[in-house]
C-alpha cells in the first residue's frame, strides 16, 4: 500500500538545475525521515540527501553540498530535491526513500527517476 513515486528526472547539460519530486501515499509522511539516493552505472547506491521528520536537520554529503537541496512538504506528502550547478557525475537514477522515525532504517523506496547531465 505503501507508495513512493519520483517525477522530474530528465536530460540536462552541465551547469543547469533540476528539481524532482516524490508524492507518498499510504504512510504517516510526518513520521518519516525521508531522503534521497542515486546510484550510476556500476556504482554502489549513495546517499545524496536526507531530511528529518522534524524538517529542521538536514544532511548532504560532500559530493553535493552547497549544490542540493532537500525539503519537505507535509501537507503534500511530498519531498523535493532541488539539484543546481549538475556535474556529470550526477547521472544517475535517484530515488526516494522513508525512515520511520526511530527506526534508523529506510525501508520504504520509489522505483526512481533517471538523472542524465551531458558535458
Known amino acids: 500500500q505503501v507508495q513512493l513515486v519520483e517525477s522530474g528526472g530528465g536530460l540536462v547539460q552541465a551547469g543547469g538545475s533540476l528539481r524532482l519530486s516524490c508524492a507518498a501515499s499510504?504512510?504517516?509522511?510526518?513520521?518519516?525521515?525521508m531522503g534521497w539516493f542515486r546510484q550510476a552505472p556500476g556504482k554502489e547506491r549513495e546517499s545524496v540527501a536526507a531530511i528529518r521528520w522534524t524538517g529542521i536537520t538536514t544532511y548532504y554529503p560532500d559530493s553535493v553540498k552547497g549544490r542540493f537541496t532537500i525539503s519537505r512538504d507535509n501537507a503534500k506528502n511530498t519531498v523535493y530535491l532541488q539539484m543546481n550547478s549538475l556535474k556529470p557525475e550526477d547521472t544517475a537514477v535517484y530515488y526516494c526513500?522513508?525512515?520511520?522515525?526511530?527506526?534508523?532504517?529506510?525501508?520504504?523506496w520509489g522505483q526512481g527517476t533517471q538523472v542524465t547531465v551531458s558535458s
Open positions: 526513500a522513508g525512515s520511520p522515525r526511530g527506526s534508523g532504517r529506510y525501508i520504504y
Open positions: 499510504g504512510l504517516t509522511f510526518s513520521n518519516n525521515d
